[in-house]
C-alpha cells in the first residue's frame, strides 16, 4: 500500500512523539484497491477531491485540471449555511458558526494499520476537529472518524456530529439499503437517487437495526448488478442511533452524510473534552455489489468481528424447543440428542433464574440472576457436567441491559431505570420490561457482576447468548444530570461498550452472540466484542433465504447464525421438508433451534449426515468468499449462491427453489468464484434422492461451470410419501 504523501507544495516538515507531520496540498490514501485523494493546504479548507479506483501519484497530480466541482471534505456549518453540513455546534458565547481550516497532518501505525490525520482548527475559537482515516495494506475497506475537541473556557453544544461525507457524482446511481421489522429483517431495497433528501435513520436507542440498517451501497452505473460496475458500499460503525442523510441537490453531486442521530441528543462538551465519533467505513468495488460485499466480510472478519478467524461450532438452542419450561432432565436429554447428532455446543436460553420472581414467563425475573432451584437443582454446574457426559460445550442466555419490575433488583433500585422525572415508566415485552440505564456507572458495573459472576464460578462457559429486547421507549435518565438529558442515547452506547470492554478484557475467548429480538443488533458497531449474531428470530427456512440474503451484503456468514427449526414453523406456520430447513441453515452458521424429542428417527439421521457433512464444508462456508448467484428478490423461482475457498481449490454451490409452478421452466444459473483453469469434482451434500444425480462425481472445469453452470433438477426423485413441492440442492466442489 501507497499511503504516501504527494506533494505539489511542501510548505513545513516537523516530527513529534509516534507521528509524522507534515503538509501538503494533495494527500493520497490507498486501500488495496481504492484512493481517496485530498487537498490539505494549511490555513484552508480541507477539499475532497476523488474517492474511487486505485489511481497513480501522476493522476494525483493531475487531478485538479481533470474538472469538476470540488467540495469540503468535512463540510462545517454557519459560514456557508444552504449546504447540507457534517458538523455543527453552539459556542459558549452562543455564537453557531464554524470556520475550520487545516492546521496539519499526521500519520502512524496502529495495530498494522496506517492511520492518517488531518487536524482542523476554527479560525477564532479554540475549537480542533481530528479527521482521521485507517488503511490496512491488505484491505479494501477504510475507516473514516473524527475527534472534536473543545478548548475554550466554557461548554460548547453540538448539535450535529457525522462520522463522515463523501461527494457521490450525480447520475445513473442507484442506492441498495435494507429495511424490515421483527421476524422480517434485512429486506433488500434498490431504488435510483433522484432530487431530494434520502433520510435512513434510527431512533430506537438499542435494538438499531430491527427496522433499518446503518448500511448501504451506491451502484454509480445504474440498477445494482451482482458481478458488474462501479460500486460504493458504506457501512456506519455504531450500536445506538444514527442517520444517514443523501441529499442530491442543484450540484452535480450526491452528498452522503453518515453518523450518530444527532435529534434529542444534544451534547455539550466542556473544556478539554473530545467527542469521537464512530467510524465510517468504505470500500470501493469495480466487481458490482458483490465485490464491495467481500471486501466488508474480509475487512470485517480480519478486524471488526471477535474472534472473526475462529471457527464457530454447531449448536442446540434450547428456545424453541421448550421455551421456559427448562429444567434438568429436559436440558440433559437435549445435550445428549444435540451430541448424538453430532453437534459440538449446547445453548440453555431463557428460564433458568429467578428466586422470588422464578422466570416461568417473559413478565418477571430480569435483573435477578440467580439459579431457579426448582428448576435446575444441580445449577448450572450440574449442566456443565452433563455437557461434558456428552462431548458437548455449554453456553447460556442472558438478557443483561435489561430488568422485569417484578424483580428484586428494581424493588431495590427503581433509580437504575431508563425513565424520566415526574413521570411513569413505560414497561415493554411481559407489560414490565425497562431499560437499566447504562449511563450510569453502578448499571454498568451491575451488568459487569452478571458476566463475572457467572464465568468466575463456572469457567467452563463457552458461549453466552446476550439479549436485548426493548429499546428506550421513554427519554430520561435518573442519572444524567438536567442539563445532560440529551446525553441519554449517546452515553448509554458508551456505558455499554465500557462495561463491553471490561468484559472483554477479562474473559477474551469466550463466544458471545449478540441477540436483540432477533436480528435487532446486527451492525458493525456492536460486533467488535461479539462473536455472532442472531440473524432473525423468524426461523423459516424460505423467509431466511430473503432474510439471510440481504444480511449478507455487509456481514459474513462466519457471524450469521442459521438454525434448523421445526415444522410447521413457530413463526409463520410454513411446513418445510428437513431437507430444505438444513440446506438452508448450512449456508450460514449453522445450528438447531428445535426440541429433538419431536423429531423422527429419520429426521435425526439425517440431520446427523448433514452436521458431518457442514464440519467438512465449514472452512469454506465460514472464511470463504460469497457469491450471490441468483436473487431471490428477482422472483425468478429459485435462489442460489455459493461460497468459494481464497484457494479456489474448494467451493460450496446452494440452489433454492422459492415457488412451485406446474410446468415452470427455472433459469441455469452459472458459477461464479472458481478458477477457469481448474477441474472440479461434484459431489452433493444431503442427499435424498434415490438415484445420484446425473453430475455426482463428475469432473468441470472451471470455465464451464461458470459460463454453463450445471442443470438442477425441479423436483426430487424420492419416496411418494416423502414428495412434496419443496426442492433444495447443496453441491461440494473440490478441486482434482
Same mark, same amino acid.
Given at each position: 500500500?501507497?499511503?504516501?504523501?504527494?506533494?505539489?507544495?511542501?510548505?513545513?516538515?516537523?516530527?513529534?512523539t509516534?507521528?509524522?507531520?507534515?503538509?501538503?496540498?494533495?494527500?493520497?490514501?490507498?486501500?488495496?484497491?481504492?484512493?481517496?485523494?485530498?487537498?490539505?493546504?494549511?490555513?484552508?479548507?480541507?477539499?475532497?477531491?476523488?474517492? %474511487?479506483?486505485?489511481?497513480?501519484?501522476? *493522476?494525483?497530480?493531475?487531478?485538479? =485540471?481533470?474538472?469538476?466541482?470540488?467540495?469540503?471534505?468535512?463540510?462545517?456549518?454557519?459560514?456557508?449555511?444552504?449546504?447540507?453540513?457534517?458538523?455543527?455546534?453552539?459556542?459558549?458565547?452562543?455564537?453557531?458558526?464554524?470556520?475550520?481550516?487545516?492546521?496539519?497532518?499526521?500519520?502512524?501505525?496502529?495495530?498494522?494499520?496506517?492511520?492518517?490525520?488531518?487536524?482542523?482548527?476554527?479560525?477564532?475559537?479554540?475549537?480542533?476537529?481530528?479527521?482521521?482515516?485507517?488503511?490496512?495494506?491488505?484491505?479494501?475497506?477504510?475507516?473514516t472518524?473524527?475527534?472534536?475537541?473543545?478548548?475554550?473556557?466554557?461548554?460548547?453544544?453540538?448539535?450535529?456530529?457525522?462520522?463522515? /461525507?463523501?461527494?457521490?457524482?450525480?447520475?445513473?446511481?442507484?442506492?441498495?439499503?435494507?429495511?424490515?421489522?421483527?421476524?422480517?429483517?434485512?429486506?433488500?431495497?434498490? @431504488?435510483?437517487?433522484?432530487?431530494?433528501?434520502?433520510?435512513?435513520?434510527?431512533?430506537?436507542?438499542?435494538?438499531?437495526?430491527?427496522?433499518?440498517?446503518?448500511?448501504?451501497?451506491?451502484?454509480?452505473?445504474?440498477?445494482?448488478?451482482?458481478?458488474?460496475?462501479?460500486?460504493?458500499?458504506a457501512?456506519?460503525?455504531?450500536?445506538g442511533? /444514527?442517520?444517514?442523510?443523501?441529499?442530491t441537490?442543484?450540484?452535480?453531486?450526491?452528498?452522503?452524510?453518515? %453518523?450518530?442521530?444527532?435529534?434529542?441528543?444534544?451534547?455539550?462538551?466542556?473544556?478539554?473534552?473530545?467527542?469521537? #465519533?464512530?467510524?465510517?467505513?468504505?470500500?470501493?468495488? *469495480?466487481?458490482?455489489?458483490?465485490?464491495?460485499?467481500?471486501?466488508?466480510?474480509?475487512?470485517?472478519?480480519?478486524?471488526?468481528?471477535?474472534?472473526?478467524?475462529t471457527?464457530?461450532?454447531?449448536?442446540?438452542?434450547?428456545?424453541?424447543?421448550v421455551?421456559?419450561?427448562?429444567?434438568?432432565q429436559?436440558?440433559?436429554?437435549?445435550?445428549?440428542?444435540?451430541?448424538?447428532?453430532?453437534?459440538?455446543l449446547?445453548?440453555?436460553?431463557?428460564? $433458568?433464574?429467578?428466586?422470588?420472581?422464578?422466570?416461568?414467563?417473559?413478565?418477571?425475573?430480569?435483573?435477578?440472576?440467580?439459579?431457579?432451584?426448582?428448576?435446575?437443582?444441580?445449577?448450572? =454446574?450440574?449442566? !456443565?457436567?452433563?455437557?461434558?457426559?456428552?462431548?458437548v460445550?455449554?453456553?447460556?442466555?442472558? @438478557?443483561?441491559?435489561?430488568?422485569?419490575?417484578?424483580?428484586?433488583?428494581?424493588?431495590?433500585?427503581?433509580?437504575?431505570?431508563?425513565?424520566?422525572?415526574?413521570?411513569?415508566?413505560?414497561?415493554?415485552?411481559?407489560?414490565?420490561?425497562?431499560?437499566?440505564?447504562?449511563?450510569?456507572?453502578?448499571?454498568?458495573?451491575?451488568?459487569?457482576?452478571?458476566?463475572?459472576?457467572?464465568?468466575?464460578?463456572?469457567?467452563?462457559?463457552?458461549?453466552?447468548?446476550?439479549?436485548?429486547?426493548?429499546? !428506550?421507549?421513554?427519554h430520561g435518565?435518573?442519572?444524567?444530570?438536567?442539563?445532560?438529558? %440529551?446525553?441519554?442515547?449517546?452515553?448509554?452506547?458508551?456505558?455499554? @461498550?465500557?462495561?463491553?470492554?471490561?468484559?472483554?478484557?477479562?474473559?477474551?475467548?469466550v463466544?458471545?452472540?449478540?441477540?436483540?429480538s432477533?436480528?435487532?443488533?446486527?451492525?458493525?458497531? !456492536?460486533?467488535?466484542?461479539?462473536?455472532?449474531? $442472531?440473524?432473525?428470530?423468524?426461523?423459516?427456512?424460505? =423467509?431466511?433465504?430473503?432474510?439471510?440474503?440481504?444480511?449478507?451484503?455487509?456481514?459474513?456468514?462466519?457471524?450469521?447464525?442459521?438454525?434448523?427449526?421445526?415444522?410447521?414453523?413457530? =413463526?409463520?406456520?410454513? #411446513?418445510?421438508?428437513?431437507? /430444505?430447513?438444513?440446506?438452508?441453515?448450512?449456508?450460514?452458521?449453522?445450528?438447531?433451534?428445535?426440541?429433538?424429542d419431536?423429531?423422527?428417527?429419520?429426521?435425526?439421521?439425517?440431520?446427523?449426515?448433514? !452436521?458431518?457433512?457442514?464440519?467438512?464444508?465449514?472452512?469454506?462456508?465460514?472464511?470463504?468468499?460469497?457469491?450471490?448467484?441468483?436473487?431471490?428478490?428477482?422472483?425468478?423461482?429459485?435462489a442460489?449462491?455459493?461460497?468459494?475457498?481464497?484457494?479456489?481449490?474448494?467451493?460450496?454451490?446452494? &440452489?433454492?427453489?422459492?415457488?412451485?409452478?406446474?410446468?415452470?421452466i427455472?433459469?441455469?444459473?452459472?458459477?461464479?468464484?472458481?478458477?477457469?483453469?481448474?477441474? /472440479?469434482?461434484?459431489?452433493e451434500?444431503?442427499?435424498?434422492?434415490?438415484?445420484?444425480?446425473?453430475?455426482?462425481?463428475?469432473?468441470y472445469?472451471?470455465?464451464?461451470?461458470?459460463?454453463?453452470?450445471?442443470?438442477?433438477?425441479?423436483?426430487?426423485?424420492?419416496?411418494?410419501?416423502?414428495?412434496?413441492? &419443496?426442492?433444495?440442492?447443496?453441491?461440494?466442489? @473440490?478441486?482434482?
Amino acid at each position: 500500500m501507497n499511503l504516501r504523501l504527494i506533494s505539489l507544495s511542501l510548505s513545513a516538515l516537523t516530527f513529534c512523539t509516534g507521528a509524522h507531520y507534515t503538509y501538503a496540498e494533495n494527500i493520497k490514501i490507498d486501500t488495496q484497491n481504492s484512493s481517496l485523494v485530498l487537498q490539505a493546504d494549511k490555513g484552508k479548507k480541507l477539499k475532497h477531491l476523488y474517492y %474511487g479506483g486505485k489511481i497513480s501519484n501522476e *493522476d494525483v497530480n493531475n487531478i485538479r =485540471q481533470a474538472g469538476g466541482k470540488i467540495f469540503n471534505a468535512y463540510p462545517d456549518y454557519g459560514m456557508l449555511t444552504m449546504p447540507e453540513t457534517a458538523l455543527a455546534m453552539i459556542h459558549g458565547d452562543g455564537n453557531m458558526t464554524l470556520d475550520l481550516v487545516v492546521d496539519g497532518v499526521s500519520t502512524r501505525k496502529e495495530n498494522g494499520a496506517d492511520i492518517r490525520t488531518v487536524t482542523l482548527k476554527d479560525t477564532q475559537y479554540p475549537v480542533t476537529v481530528k479527521v482521521n482515516y485507517k488503511t490496512w495494506p491488505n484491505e479494501n475497506v477504510m475507516e473514516t472518524w473524527t475527534e472534536i475537541t473543545n478548548n475554550e473556557k466554557s461548554p460548547v453544544t453540538l448539535t450535529r456530529f457525522d462520522s463522515g /461525507y463523501l461527494p457521490i457524482r450525480n447520475g445513473n446511481v442507484w442506492l441498495s439499503s435494507f429495511h424490515g421489522n421483527w421476524g422480517n429483517e434485512a429486506r433488500l431495497t434498490e @431504488e435510483p437517487l433522484t432530487r431530494g433528501i434520502k433520510v435512513i435513520k434510527s431512533h430506537e436507542g438499542v435494538r438499531n437495526s430491527r427496522y433499518d440498517h446503518a448500511e448501504v451501497m451506491f451502484s454509480l452505473d445504474g440498477k445494482p448488478d451482482e458481478n458488474n460496475g462501479r460500486v460504493i458500499g458504506a457501512a456506519l460503525c455504531y450500536g445506538g442511533n /444514527y442517520k444517514l442523510r443523501i441529499d442530491t441537490d442543484e450540484t452535480d453531486s450526491h452528498h452522503f452524510f453518515a %453518523g450518530i442521530n444527532e435529534e434529542n441528543s444534544q451534547y455539550k462538551l466542556g473544556k478539554g473534552e473530545t467527542f469521537t #465519533t464512530p467510524a465510517l467505513a468504505l470500500a470501493w468495488s *469495480d466487481e458490482g455489489v458483490g465485490g464491495a460485499s467481500r471486501s466488508f466480510h474480509k475487512w470485517g472478519r480480519n478486524h471488526r468481528l471477535a474472534h472473526g478467524n475462529t471457527p464457530r461450532k454447531v449448536l442446540l438452542n434450547s428456545w424453541e424447543g421448550v421455551y421456559f419450561d427448562i429444567n434438568e432432565q429436559g436440558m440433559a436429554n437435549m445435550m445428549k440428542n444435540i451430541a448424538q447428532m453430532g453437534g459440538e455446543l449446547f445453548v440453555m436460553d431463557d428460564g $433458568w433464574f429467578g428466586v422470588k420472581y422464578p422466570r416461568n414467563n417473559d413478565s418477571q425475573g430480569l435483573g435477578d440472576w440467580i439459579v431457579d432451584a426448582k428448576k435446575l437443582p444441580g445449577g448450572i =454446574q450440574g449442566l !456443565i457436567n452433563e455437557a461434558k457426559k456428552n462431548n458437548v460445550s455449554f453456553g447460556i442466555w442472558i @438478557e443483561p441491559e435489561m430488568v422485569n419490575s417484578r424483580s428484586e433488583l428494581y424493588e431495590k433500585h427503581p433509580e437504575y431505570i431508563v425513565n424520566a422525572d415526574k413521570r411513569n415508566p413505560k414497561f415493554g415485552r411481559g407489560k414490565t420490561q425497562l431499560n437499566l440505564d447504562m449511563s450510569n456507572p453502578k448499571v454498568q458495573e451491575i451488568v459487569f457482576q452478571i458476566v463475572d459472576t457467572l464465568m468466575t464460578k463456572y469457567p467452563e462457559i463457552d458461549y453466552i447468548k446476550w439479549d436485548a429486547n426493548m429499546d !428506550i421507549e421513554n427519554h430520561g435518565s435518573q442519572y444524567l444530570p438536567a442539563d445532560r438529558q %440529551g446525553h441519554l442515547y449517546i452515553d448509554y452506547m458508551k456505558g455499554l @461498550e465500557k462495561t463491553l470492554d471490561r468484559i472483554r478484557a477479562k474473559y477474551p475467548d469466550v463466544t458471545i452472540q449478540a441477540c436483540a429480538s432477533g436480528g435487532g443488533r446486527v451492525n458493525w458497531g !456492536i460486533l467488535p466484542w461479539f462473536d455472532e449474531f $442472531w440473524t432473525s428470530d423468524n426461523t423459516d427456512a424460505l =423467509q431466511r433465504i430473503y432474510i439471510q440474503w440481504g444480511t449478507s451484503y455487509f456481514f459474513p456468514a462466519i457471524a450469521m447464525g442459521s438454525h434448523i427449526s421445526a415444522a410447521p414453523n413457530h =413463526q409463520t406456520r410454513r #411446513t418445510v421438508p428437513i431437507k /430444505y430447513r438444513t440446506d438452508v441453515a448450512m449456508s450460514g452458521r449453522l445450528g438447531m433451534e428445535i426440541q429433538p424429542d419431536d423429531m423422527t428417527e429419520t429426521e435425526k439421521a439425517q440431520t446427523k449426515k448433514a !452436521i458431518e457433512q457442514y464440519k467438512e464444508i465449514r472452512p469454506v462456508v465460514q472464511f470463504g468468499d460469497l457469491y450471490r448467484l441468483l436473487s431471490p428478490y428477482d422472483e425468478k423461482g429459485a435462489a442460489s449462491l455459493m461460497y468459494v475457498a481464497p484457494e479456489k481449490d474448494k467451493a460450496v454451490y446452494y &440452489w433454492w427453489k422459492t415457488r412451485a409452478h406446474r410446468n415452470e421452466i427455472l433459469p441455469r444459473v452459472a458459477m461464479k468464484g472458481l478458477d477457469p483453469n481448474k477441474t /472440479y469434482t461434484v459431489r452433493e451434500l444431503n442427499r435424498i434422492d434415490r438415484k445420484p444425480l446425473s453430475f455426482e462425481g463428475k469432473s468441470y472445469s472451471g470455465k464451464f461451470l461458470m459460463e454453463r453452470g450445471l442443470e438442477m433438477p425441479v423436483n426430487h426423485d424420492v419416496e411418494k410419501e416423502m414428495q412434496s413441492d &419443496w426442492s433444495s440442492r447443496v453441491l461440494y466442489l @473440490e478441486a482434482k
